[in-house]
Antibody, heavy 116, light 113 residues
Framework: EVQLIESGGGLVQPGGSLRLSCAAS????????MNWVRQAPGKGLEWLSY????????YYADSVKGRFTISRDNAKNSLYLQMNSLRAEDTAIYYC?????????WGQGTLVTVSS | DIVMTQSPDSLAVSLGERATINCKSS????????????LAWYQQKPGQPPKLLIY???TRESGVPDRFSGSGSGTDFTLTISSLQAEDVAVYYC?????????FGQGTKVEIK
């Protein structure tokens, strides 16, 4: 069974940093492109970032470019999102999702709250 | 960026009746390489992550009931629920995966009338 489990969310002050993780199981993680998507409270879905299986191609949404960094460790079956210079508008549930390129599996999400 | 616009924002349909959601992209998402439209539909119920329903505009994901169908090409797409069930109450999103950034429609909330 494919599973994606996010962790690392929490309350952080504006300007602070957090590192999210997504633990993958039930499939050959090292062969899939992965994504991060977020959803602000009561709002729609916003794609954030994309990383290919070997990490040779990475893309970001303009809203997070220069502040967020996606990475992966195929040996650990894990995807990461390093978030720096956090703002109130980054408050959201953060999901990892597998690409086929459509997003066929999603994690349950981890909540990030940016507030003083 | 490709802008995805859904209509309506919400709709209320009686149980057993048809629900139709439209999605329009600001440019074509037809992928010449494989002759397919790079368009997916997702269902999101409260407190849950999105669930893939339809991909390549009209291919139903495994396990998705056949009352869900997708159609359209180029820039205009439709998700149809042929006979609405109580468990279909959710927000539905279209998404293009033709280009970066991947973009979603704003969502359509489906309720029971």
């Amino acid at each position: 069974e494919v599973q994606l489990i996010e962790s690392g969310g929490g309350l952080v002050q504006p300007g602070g940093s957090l590192r999210l993780s997504c633990a993958a199981s039930g499939f050959t993680f090292s062969t899939y492109t992965m994504n991060w998507v977020r959803q602000a409270p009561g709002k729609g879905l916003e794609w954030l970032s994309y990383i290919t299986s070997t990490s040779n191609t990475i893309y970001y949404a303009d809203s997070v470019k220069g502040r967020f960094t996606i990475s992966r460790d195929n040996a650990k079956n894990s995807l990461y999102l390093q978030m720096n210079s956090l703002r109130a508008e980054d408050t959201a549930i953060y999901y990892c999702a597998r690409s086929l390129p459509h997003f066929d599996y999603w994690g349950q999400g981890t909540l990030v709250t940016v507030s003083s | 960026d490709i802008v995805m616009t859904q209509s309506p924002d919400s709709l209320a349909v009686s149980l057993g009746e048809r629900a139709t959601i439209n999605c329009k992209s600001s440019q074509s998402v037809f992928y010449i390489t494989n002759n397919k439209n790079s368009l997916a539909w997702y269902q999101q119920k409260p407190g849950q992550p999105p669930k893939l329903l339809i991909y390549w505009a009209s291919t139903r994901e495994s396990g998705v009931p056949d009352r869900f169908s997708g159609s359209g090409s180029g820039t205009d797409f439709t998700l149809t629920i042929s006979s609405l069930q109580a468990e279909d109450v959710a927000v539905y999103y279209c998404q293009q995966y033709y280009s970066i950034p991947r973009t979603f429609g704003q969502g359509t909330k489906v309720e029971i009338k």
